[in-house]
């Protein structure tokens, strides 16, 4: 196996893979010896019918479609690990072509998580507060930063440039959840876009600038979790899931990814409210004075 890497913008790579040709043979034989043993034939046993007799009825193109993704799944992996890659995205796969009498060539563009600086921030956070108690003076009210306003001021400090596969993964994401959306409320997708007088076209544009902020904000806040030493222990992850009243819902929530998932959240939301508690405490000290 060949592998050149190439550095792309914003931290993408393309991942370029020749397959040796005796290696594409070599799977084809064994993508053709499964598909024999599990064929039905009148008058044989299944997958004892003679493999000459199987061969000529198979469907060469959904054979050799097996034998891609065979390679796809044992090189791609391989290429991954000889050259310490550790992609963020689903790899976008080019293959140039397939014969089974020539080397198997394909490229996998992938992103990597991208190198990135937060510019000093906690000053701005404390104006912000400030200012917005100025604002709010004379209300009844309390005056407290909200975690969007500590997020929108956190992507606002940072110099970081999304991959581009992370924003057509997040807009398909977002779409996939409007899909959904219609059917629940009866309609179709095209009655949707009709309803709001745009395009398909037109609502990806409208979700590619969201997708891009929400990427940001979630690299950016699991940089924070990780500076400000922010833990979350398995108990509190045990006690939010106590705290859900339905018994089957919280089995559910007892999976790896699901309690994954769970601290990850309780980690972001104790990192946003420390902010809030440094940001709005030098406030009230003043106040004291």
Do not use: C
Request: proline residues 4%; without cysteine.
């Amino acid at each position: 196996m060949q592998v050149k890497v190439e550095k792309q913008p914003k931290s993408t790579l393309s991942i370029n893979i020749i397959v040796p040709n005796d290696k594409v043979k070599e799977t084809y034989v064994q993508v053709l010896k499964e598909a024999v043993s599990a064929a039905e034939v009148p008058g044989f046993r299944k997958g004892q019918a003679p493999q000459n007799l199987i061969e000529d009825k198979l469907n060469t193109s959904e054979l050799y479609g097996e034998v891609v993704n065979k390679l796809l799944q044992t090189y791609y992996p391989q290429a991954l690990k000889e050259h310490k890659i550790s992609p963020i995205s689903n790899p976008k796969v080019e293959i140039k072509e397939f014969e089974i009498e020539k080397d198997f060539e394909f490229t996998a563009t992938v992103a990597t998580k991208p190198e990135f600086k937060i510019n000093e921030y906690k000053a701005d956070l404390k104006k912000l507060y400030e200012t917005k108690g100025v604002e709010h003076k004379g209300h009844d009210h309390e005056t407290h930063l909200s975690a969007n306003e500590i997020i929108d001021l956190l992507v606002k400090k940072t110099d970081l440039e999304v991959p581009q596969l992370l924003i057509d993964e997040e807009i398909e994401r977002m779409l996939a959840r409007l899909v959904d959306q219609t059917q629940v409320l009866g309609m179709s997708l095209e009655d949707y876009l009709k309803a709001q007088n745009k395009t398909a076209e037109q609502i990806r544009d409208d979700y590619k600038k969201s997708a891009e902020t929400s990427i940001k904000a979630e690299f950016i806040l699991q940089q924070l979790i990780n500076d400000e030493k922010i833990e979350v222990p398995d108990s509190e992850v045990d006690e939010a899931i106590a705290a859900v009243g339905d018994a089957k819902t919280q089995e559910q929530m007892r999976t790896p990814l699901q309690k994954w998932y769970i601290k990850s959240v309780l980690a972001k939301n104790k990192l946003l409210n420390k902010l809030i508690e440094e940001a709005e405490g030098s406030k009230e000290k003043k106040n004291a004075k």
